[in-house]
Nanobody, 125 residues
Framework: QVELVEYGGRMVQTGGSLRLSCAASGRTSSSLTIAWFRQTPGKEREFVAAINWNGGDPYYGDSVKGRFTISRDIVDNTRFLQMNSLKSEDTGVYYC??????????????????WGQGTQVTVSS
């Protein structure tokens, strides 16, 4: 059984930075492609970033390109989302999602089997 747990959400001021963590556990968890999605009330989950199970180039949603960076720590089986130059529109619940094992990334949340509980990010002016 795969488990994903997110950490790091909090309130931050506009223009600030924040790093979210996604700790993965379970027999196949190291072979998952991991993505970050975010959601605000009344809206669908939005693709933020993803990194394939074998590393390689990361992928980003248009609204976060140049500001967010996804990375991974293979030893700890943890993925990170570094968020810089935060804007009020970045506010939302951020979810870590897993797809796989050994499956390439997709941008639709429907393609991910495993989900964390979510962590709240609030960007205030």
């Amino acid at each position: 059984q795969v488990e994903l747990v997110e950490y790091g959400g909090r309130m931050v001021q506009t223009g600030g930075s924040l790093r979210l963590s996604c700790a993965a556990s379970g027999r196949t968890s190291s072979s998952l492609t991991i993505a970050w999605f975010r959601q605000t009330p009344g809206k669908e989950r939005e693709f933020v970033a993803a990194i394939n199970w074998n590393g390689g180039d990361p992928y980003y949603g248009d609204s976060v390109k140049g500001r967010f960076t996804i990375s991974r720590d293979i030893v700890d089986n943890t993925r990170f989302l570094q968020m810089n130059s935060l804007k009020s529109e970045d506010t939302g619940v951020y979810y870590c999602a897993g797809r796989g094992p050994f499956r390439a990334y997709r941008r639709s949340p429907d393609d991910y089997e495993y989900w964390g509980q979510g962590t709240q990010v609030t960007v205030s002016s």
